[in-house]
């Protein structure tokens, strides 16, 4: 059964006086968007307004986004100094992004760092990887590792080098290796929670404040596939 997150069943990674972080769900969407319906932005503020009785606006800055279809880790900022902050750490690529993916078959090599050129068609929201510089395409760099193989999925580590719209997605579809569930880059077969198996695992951070390195790992959803990579 698909759960939707609320104020009251959040899933809170870390939080303190300058940031909150959440293990975000299938689903849920961090910014509003045409569909209207209420992004996890929101749902936090409900959060920290209820636990701390605060009177009026609560102030929370976005610092990134997940696609809607993905889960895992979304970090917040509570305060505009440390968005600011954030936003400065994040363009400079002073963070590491680590992602678990499920996907279709093994690729070709265990490990292998893909390098593509990537276009995004906003008409229908997708990105095409090009093997060689194309007009208006983007650099896009990832490194993967498999750990886990299933009878008919492998499991791979990702590390993001560059940040472009769906790049683990379209990537991995170019190797041949599209994600279970994602329908738009060539899967099978949808994910009865209309998710798909891509998960932001692990997060290192400079701390906008303390200026300490912070490492939050989130757990994957409670789902049979991801249970057999990580028993819960």
């Known amino acids: 059964m698909k759960i939707v997150s609320t104020p009251d069943n959040l899933q809170v990674l870390h ?3 300058h940031i909150i972080v959440i293990n975000k769900r299938v689903g849920d969407i961090v910014q509003g968007d045409q569909t209207g319906d209420m992004p996890l932005s929101e749902i936090v ?8 009785n605060k009177p ?18 979304v970090l917040f900022a ?11 750490s994040f363009k400079n690529r002073e963070t590491q992004k680590t992602y678990w993916a499920v996907v279709k078959d093994a690729p070709p090599k265990i490990e292998d760092t893909l390098e593509h050129f990537l276009v995004r068609n906003s008409k229908n929201n997708t990105s095409k990887a090009h093997k060689k510089e194309v007009p208006n ?3 896009a760099k990832l490194t993967y590792k498999m750990f886990h193989q299933l009878k008919t999925y492998s499991t791979l580590e990702i590390d993001l080098h560059t940040g472009r719209h769906h790049q683990i997605r379209c990537q991995l579809a170019a190797i041949g290796c599209p994600i279970k ?3 738009k880059y060539g899967a099978d077969r949808s994910n009865p929670d209309g998710g798909i198996h891509l998960h932001a695992r ?10 300490e390195t912070l490492t939050i790992v989130a757990p994957t959803p409670d789902e049979v596939i991801w249970n057999n990579i990580e028993p819960k």
């Open 78 to 88: 509570k305060t505009s100094k440390a968005l600011t902050r954030l936003n400065e």
């Open 181 to 183: 569930g994602d329908l």
């Open 137 to 139: 395409s983007k650099k």
């Open 45 to 52: 503020k409900l959060y920290l307004k209820k636990k701390y």
């Open 15 to 17: 939080e303190d006086n």
């Open 202 to 211: 692990q997060l290192t951070f400079i701390h906008p404040v303390t200026k």
């Open 56 to 73: 009026g606006e609560v102030y929370l800055g976005v610092v990134h986004r997940l696609d809607r279809p993905t889960s895992g880790i």
